[in-house]
């Protein structure tokens, strides 16, 4: 909780490694939150000991309450409050201060922090291409606790026998190629009157990305509506479409590239305009919309042919090699959802959740930080080293006691560093792994897992 802001962190030489802890932890700046809502004096979970508080207990994973005030009364004082309670070291070990700091805190806030750390770390990382920003796209749903008040904002799933107890929301995430960064995802209800289509919160998501970006996403997002958005906002789309909706666009088309015997991708131009459906479910398209698209075929193999869509004027080549990495954004879902567990949230109102699900994007960010600087001194590419590997040199290491000096925290960090080089994922080149559906995780509240049907 350093009361200093850094402009940019990490890099390659021994000085910046040296300092590169006291950097990481400066991303949270302290001033600045507690500004965002300034409390009394007399109060010891200040807004910027409560965000950090919330911090540790999702980097924890499954951290509780009672581990969140006991790291704060070993904290060093120094940054803490100056209040008599901290400077007496008569602290209270229960939850209930904490917890009413918790239930106080502005959603705002920690939505701020959340951008924050995203865009400082964005911005240690150079572009894709050229000044372009490369986002990848896609949609994932998190089980919430079944309190009335997420009921009513999340809907359950239903089917014939009747209405689910767990209520279920909707999120849509965006991870910046290059960083590996996430930003604050967008909510909505997946089910119930209200549900919104991942259509609808990529529109939101959208307005909130850097300007002149490219987005990446599968075919779910491969309609009109989606790609139209993009350019509206000022960024360019990069999205799968299926065979079908490929071939339906086809009729429209021109060919640009001419039919050669010998190349695995042809490419045609388009001017795409909604159909009456797209205006049915789009009911706010202009009357005059219509985008300047091309369309890729491109032969991967003899079993599978990528059919892409862009606004971006690019060779099929790019357009492959860059919806490539699609894949990746899956990878992270995994870790925020399951490493740091961002699915298990206990969560019981909509302001917590909200709340909950920043500081899990702070956590993952500051996760994903460590890494890119660990894979830089082990010189490999920073998905080569485990998530889970990082994570737990993070949680073991660097979240030990706060008393270190300025010299253990140095060697601690660079411990933590070396460390987290060695967690090299294996390299199996040549090795297919087909997708299939892992076995669903226990979301019950009792934590017993019900017994396999046959």
């Known amino acids: ?68 005030v006991h790291e704060l009364l070993r904290t060093d004082p120094q940054y803490l409050p100056d209040n008599r309670r901290v400077r007496e070291q008569t602290l209270s070990a229960n939850t209930g201060s904490y917890s009413r700091a918790r239930q106080r805190l502005e959603p705002a806030v920690t939505d701020w922090v ?31 606790a079944p309190s009335a008040a997420l009921k009513k904002a999340f809907p359950p799933a239903s089917n014939q026998y009747g209405v689910g107890v767990w209520p279920i929301a909707h999120l849509l995430v965006a991870h910046e190629l290059e960083s590996g960064c996430a930003i604050l995802p967008e909510v909505g209800p997946k089910f119930g009157p209200q549900a919104m289509s991942e259509a609808q919160l990529t529109h939101a998501l959208l307005l909130r990305l850097p300007k002149w970006s490219i987005v990446i996403a599968d075919r779910n997002f491969g309609i ?24 339906a666009l086809l009729r429209r088309a021109q060919l640009v590239t001419p039919t050669d015997p010998s190349s695995n991708s042809r490419c045609w131009r388009l001017l795409w305009k909604p159909t009456p459906s797209d205006r049915r479910s789009n009911p706010d398209l202009p009357a005059a919309a219509a985008l300047e698209v091309w369309l890729h075929e491109i032969v991967i193999s003899s079993t599978f042919t990528l059919w892409l869509v862009t606004s971006w004027t690019c060779q099929a080549e790019m357009a492959a090699r860059l919806y490539s990495r699609r894949q990746d954004v899956e990878t992270d879902i995994r870790e925020i959802k399951v490493v740091l567990k961002a699915e298990q949230l206990a969560s019981r109102s909509v302001e917590m959740l909200r709340k909950e699900l920043a500081v899990s ?12 600087l660990a894979a830089r001194k082990a010189g490999v590419p920073p998905r080569r080293l485990s998530f889970t590997g990082v994570w737990s040199a993070v949680r073991i290491i660097l979240m030990a006691p706060n008393q270190w000096s300025a010299t253990e925290w140095q060697r601690q960090f660079e411990l933590a560093l070396r460390i987290a080089g060695q967690h090299k994922l294996p390299n199996r080149p040549g090795r297919s792994y087909p997708r299939r559906a892992h076995t669903k995780r226990n979301k019950s509240t009792s934590g017993i897992r019900p017994p396999a049907t046959k």
């Open 224 to 247: 009109f509506s989606v790609v139209f958005a993009a350019v509206q906002a000022g960024h360019d789309a990069l999205a799968r479409l299926t065979e079908q909706r490929f071939r």
């Open 361 to 372: 994007i702070v956590a993952y960010n500051l996760v994903i930080q460590l890494r890119r």
């Open 1 to 68: 909780m350093s009361e200093h802001t850094t402009v940019a962190v990490g890099g390659g030489t021994a000085d910046e490694f040296a300092q590169a802890f006291e950097q990481f932890r400066a991303l949270i700046d302290g001033p600045r939150i507690d500004a965002l809502q300034p409390l009394g004096r007399a109060a010891v979970y200040t807004t910027l000991v409560t965000v950090w508080l919330l911090v540790y207990q999702r980097l924890q994973g499954d951290g509780t309450l009672s581990d969140a």
């Open 114 to 144: 959340a951008d924050h750390i995203f865009t400082t770390l964005m911005l240690t990382t150079p572009p894709f291409i050229a000044d372009r920003r490369v986002f990848v796209l896609d949609g994932t749903t998190i089980a919430l």
